[in-house]
């Protein structure tokens, strides 16, 4: 795979040999922990140059379902080219449709959306309309989850779904210096033996997909229900994550991290109500996939100034911001850190570079990548203009 690569050396020149064995220099305020590779100067980043470093940075985004990045305008591009009826006479009655009060009234339209959806070439211009807006933001790299029960419900093959969807990851590497993983997802709706039947079919695929998560609607539906099915894709060298605590209750959280052994939390926002949660997932450095506009889109907190973040973040939790359904919820990746400063003040460029940082360390690639981003990322922040 082709990996994408900034050169950081101009920013770098200006800084001694060893820079990245020092400590804390003369000046307090310049910083640089032992795992950074440049002193940044955290304090006199202006609020205004702040923002602009957000859109600037290198990140990646792990929580982005790319049935969700379907734009209204591709959705009756696909329903005309396919001869699908839609239940909306125009772009502008299904934009008036995302009025959602909770999740399942989103999920109503999420897969209405979704029945366009037909052919190989449909998912490639899915998923390659949205890594186009990816690079726009500077993700370097993307892992996205691809719900195919959605799909061979409605009679689509497993096969066309991930071909299409590799052909656009292929494409994006090759052409845009973007890495992609894709991870397939559980709708817990459903049953286990539901999601066995789906690993199966996917089997064939297996070098096309590097993880098994778990979405859908939360509430009634416990990470155990899926005990099994996570077992297999665990035997079988697959990575782990469920959707947990967004409408659930920390228990949920738990039950995912005990029973299903994920390796990241999807959401996980309600963790705060338990504190004994909180510290071991700090403890453990428990990666939480936030989304902060779908947490106000579907009414988990009443606007962005009340989200949770500060919180996770000064309880030392491994926080990274995502934009889970970008089409429905009015923003990809970039929109969603530059709301959450503008609305949450409290928020400094320490905890921007944190939670850009996490983002690496959460992902599911090699050291050698998690290195070369963080060394990307150190450069945009080492060379603002004060």
């Known amino acids: 795979m082709q990996k994408p690569r900034i050169d950081s050396r101009r920013a770098r020149e200006s800084f001694p040999a060893g820079v990245r064995r020092l400590k804390v220099g003369p000046n307090p305020d310049l910083c640089l922990d032992p795992a950074m590779t440049l002193p940044i100067d955290f304090p006199h980043i202006s609020r205004p140059h702040l923002l602009q470093l957000l859109r600037d940075a290198p990140k990646a985004e792990l929580h982005i379902h790319i049935e969700g990045s379907l734009e209204p305008e591709l959705i009756f591009e696909l329903a005309r080219r396919n001869g699908v009826a839609l239940p909306y006479a125009s772009v502008d009655a299904l934009r008036q449709a995302y009025a959602f009060t909770n999740l399942q009234s989103f999920l109503d339209v999420y897969y209405a959306g979704a029945s366009v959806l037909i052919t190989e070439d449909d998912f490639d211009a899915m998923a390659w309309a949205y890594f186009r807006r990816a690079a726009h933001d500077n993700v370097v790299h993307t892992e996205i989850f691809f719900d195919p029960q959605t799909h061979t419900a409605r009679g689509i093959d497993m096969g066309v779904v991930i071909r299409g969807l590799d052909r656009a990851a292929r494409r994006a590497e090759s052409e845009l210096g973007l890495?992609?993983?894709?991870?397939?997802?559980?709708?817990?709706?459903?049953?286990?033996?539901?999601?066995?039947?789906?690993?199966?079919?996917?089997?064939?695929?297996?070098?096309?997909?590097?993880?098994?998560?778990?979405?859908?609607?939360?509430?009634?539906?416990?990470?155990?229900?899926?005990?099994?099915?996570?077992?297999?894709?665990?035997?079988?060298?697959?990575?782990?994550?469920?959707?947990?605590?967004?409408?659930?209750?920390?228990?949920?959280?738990?039950?995912?991290?005990?029973?299903?052994?994920?390796?990241?939390?999807?959401?996980?926002?309600?963790?705060?109500?338990?504190?004994?949660?909180?510290?071991?997932?700090?403890?453990?450095?428990?990666?939480?996939?936030?989304?902060?506009?779908?947490?106000?889109?579907?009414?988990?907190?009443?606007?962005?100034?009340?989200?949770?973040?500060?919180?996770?973040?000064?309880?030392?939790?491994?926080?990274?911001?995502?934009?889970?359904?970008?089409?429905?919820?009015?923003?990809?990746v970039n929109d969603n850190f530059v709301q959450l400063f503008e609305s949450l003040p409290q928020l400094t460029a320490r905890d921007a570079y944190a939670l850009l940082r996490n983002s690496f360390d959460a992902a599911f690639v090699d050291d050698e990548d998690k290195a070369l981003w963080t060394e990307e990322l150190d450069s945009v922040f080492a060379a603002h203009e004060p």
Request: aromatic share 6%.
């Open 179 to 332: 890495s992609v993983r894709l991870i397939l997802c559980f709708l817990r709706h459903l049953s286990e033996d539901d999601a066995l039947a789906t690993l199966a079919a996917a089997m064939p695929y297996r070098d096309r997909f590097i993880g098994v998560g778990l979405d859908s609607s939360e509430m009634g539906h416990p990470p155990g229900k899926f005990e099994r099915v996570f077992a297999r894709a665990r035997e079988a060298g697959l990575h782990l994550v469920a959707h947990a605590g967004e409408e659930g209750p920390p228990a949920y959280i738990r039950a995912a991290l005990d029973v299903l052994k994920v390796q990241r939390i999807d959401h996980g926002v309600r963790c705060v109500e338990d504190p004994e949660l909180v510290a071991r997932l700090a403890r453990e450095r428990m990666p939480l996939t936030v989304c902060p506009l779908s947490n106000v889109k579907l009414r988990v907190f009443d606007g962005l100034d009340r989200h949770n973040i500060p919180a996770l973040l000064a309880a030392g939790l491994c926080v990274t911001v995502n934009s889970d359904d970008p089409a429905y919820f009015g923003g990809y």
